[in-house]
Nanobody, 121 residues
Framework: VQLQASGGGLVQAGGSLRLSCAAS????????VGWFRQAPGKEREFVAA????????SYADSVKGRFAISRDLAKNTVYLQMNSLNPEDTAVYYC???????????????WGQGTQVTVSS
């Protein structure tokens, strides 16, 4: 499975961005697609995940009510709509796919390249 993340950029606090993660290859092996982020000097953390077929979603407490994850099976693409962004959301965002569920990064076998999100105050 190959993953291509896109959509990052620079936005002012309170603004919005939409990240995309396009999957290719053996997509039938995907059970969950998730977004993780890593800020400078911090560990990578879970942001959101969606079950590839069922569509069930999960979110980190820090983004609940502001971020929304969705998927378009016809396009093999997962989206992360990020609203009400604040400087604490600044990080490199990674999409990942795994054959099991959960929010632990160790459960995701496939990773895309990161996309930088910078929120200015």
């Amino acid at each position: 499975v190959q993953l291509q993340a896109s959509g990052g950029g620079l936005v002012q606090a309170g603004g919005s961005l939409r990240l995309s993660c396009a999957a290719s290859g053996r997509t039938r092996s995907i059970y969950t697609v998730g977004w993780f982020r890593q800020a400078p000097g911090k560990e990578r953390e879970f942001v959101a995940a969606v079950r590839w077929l069922g569509g069930t979603t999960s979110y980190a407490d820090s983004v609940k009510g502001r971020f929304a994850i969705s998927r378009d099976l016809a396009k093999n693409t997962v989206y992360l709509q990020m609203n009400s962004l604040n400087p604490e959301d600044t990080a490199v965002y990674y999409c990942a796919a795994g054959s099991s569920g959960g929010t632990d990064s160790r459960g995701f076998e496939y990773w895309g390249q990161g996309t930088q999100v910078t929120v200015s105050s």
